[in-house]
């Protein structure tokens, strides 16, 4: 069971965090909304819970409730730019299939 | 794929609902966006990598527009359809044209309306039109750059943009087709750009030298809160007034005289402009100026030429800095950081002359041209709804005070200037004559005792108020302006319950001159306007006197006095109504003293015969429980 930063995404999110100044890492997690049902979550983590998993790459704790953690195992998180767009990325295993805007997934 | 910003905890928007929202910082000269992007706010950059783009519009005859840097690329060669420095004409009227600078560098449509519209090959555009165009532009890239539709932009705006201005500005946003969540002073945005409310009951000055305006504001910071203590500023001093001013000395020394041709002189002004940001760095620079022969005139300015030449407009700066001290009511020393915002303050000069006056090292750590609009995104971000409590509350306050015109042409303040707002405020009104069964509202704004001097914002009637002596009727006139300054005046009569309102929506051809004129008028004319008033109370005052007596002449004079004692008292008006003709305010109040003494003896007489009359045919005993009752 692993979830994975890649080193642009880990800079990225370090950078957020240095700005922000406060909070232990990144939280993911998964909502049961959205038009293909599931929705991801992604949020600064200012505490960790008793049973939150948590995976940490080139010192970015990244934070998933155990719950969660089923949907998202063996995903990739990514920075990346299109366009003047830029972000996170998921690159999740899981995913059957997604709506259009790739905004909620199913599995 | 979506690509995902990080939100705080338990903000997560679901999907398709993500609030984006910007901070636009709307300027004179450069226009910026900026939004909140996982957690932090940054400027979005265009498709060409700019983070700025100049205010410039260029409309080509096809219809096309174009905007930033293609429109300013176009201004040399075709300046009358390339528009720059709009916002110096939003929500002004044609009467103020001669006001600008605008008069001579583009042809104009005054005939179309109140409005001034730039003739342009594709028809006329007006000041809204043009910021219209830049915000749209603006838009566009802040679509792209966040790959979604925005709920809405916080504009920020002069915090001595006047109502006209600020509802221009809105009237440009919704050509634009975006939601204003919010219109912001610029130098709030930037207090809020640097966190500064982090500082309990710190006193900062916001000192902003843009392209075309200059703003100074003292807000203090208390529980979290900005509270905008005053502000003060000038509407046309900025940045192009140091490349006017250097571009005409440019002129003097390569001897071009004929600066009747545009493409030429904005030739000068963007020579000027390179000098002037080369001399921020380097003590002094070289330049080469094309001349109409096909040769070219090389020269040098050095720094010291260069702060000669922008010494004068760089006081007035500081004028304004003195009176929005005198108006919160501090001194320089209670000020605890100076915040530089604005291109211009790039300046050395600048930078020094304000370190200088209140006496500390001036904050320059933020990009002075991106501090405003990273504060609107802030701003922005918390009123989209993206934070977990909006902590921010900022208050504002109305630049100049409103008020009414009464008897005399006086203007009656209801709100005065540097309030707070949102505010709503009563005062009671009443009749001037008898029987009197409309009122006319005139609402002006401005600092001047008279309102001749003073600006008009709207007029309107309150009709149907049941007849009554005077001064027996009560009008409730009710002043309020919400959040983003813009006034409704409503009046009501209390007891018939007739109302009135307006919502001033303020008129944009009513302007008669600037507003910071206007304040520096009321300074300077403080004494004369207290005469002017003093003189205007006194003819309102001989008015009233001469009304009365002459309709109570009417009724009993012939009944009380004999024509002796009439001839005196009627030459006794006929005195006060050549003295309230002319021009002192002591030669009328003695002569409405005259008039009440020799008149003394008569309105005895009628008071005697009204209490005879009253009495007539009554006993003792009614007269006593008449009494015993009131």
Redesign the interface.
Known sequence: MAITLTDKAAEHVKGFLDKRGKGVGLRLAVRTTGCSGMAYVIEFADEVAANDEVFEHNDIKVVVDPKSLVYLDGTELDYTKEGLNEGLKFNNPNVKDECGCGESFNI | ????????????Q???QRRLAVGIDLGTTNSLVASV????AKV????QDEASIPSVVHYQEDGTVLVGSAAQAKAVADPYNTIASAKRLMGKGADDLSDTLFADRYLFDTDSGSLPAFKTQAGNKTAVDVSSAILQSLKN?AE????GELVGAVITVPAYFDDAQRQATKDAATVAGLHVLRLLNEPTAAALAYGLDAKEDACVAIFDLGGGTFDISLLKMQRGLFEVMATAGDTALGGDDFDHALAATLAEQAGITDLSDASQQRNLLNIARGIKEQLSDQTSCGFDIPLADGGSYKGTIDRDQFNALIEPLFKRSLKSCRQALRDANIEKSDVDAVVMVGGSTRVPLVRDRVSEFFGRTVLTDINPDEVVAVGAALQADVLAGNKPDSELLLLDVIPLSLGLETMGGLAEKVIPRNTTIPIARAQEFTTYKDGQTALALHVVQGERELVSDCRSLARFELRDIPPRVAGAVRIQVIFQVDADGLLTVSAIEKESGVVASVDVKPSYGLSDSEIEQMLTASMEHASDDMLARALQEQKVEADRVVEAINSALASDGDEHLDSDERTVIDQAIGDLQTARAGDSTDAIKSAIAKVEKVSNAYVERRMNATVRKMMAGKQLADVESDTSDT
């Open positions: 794929m979506a690509l995902f910003q990080i939100a705080e905890p338990g903000q997560a679901a999907p398709h992007m996982s957690g932090s979005l950059v265009n498709e890239t792209l750059s966040l790959g």
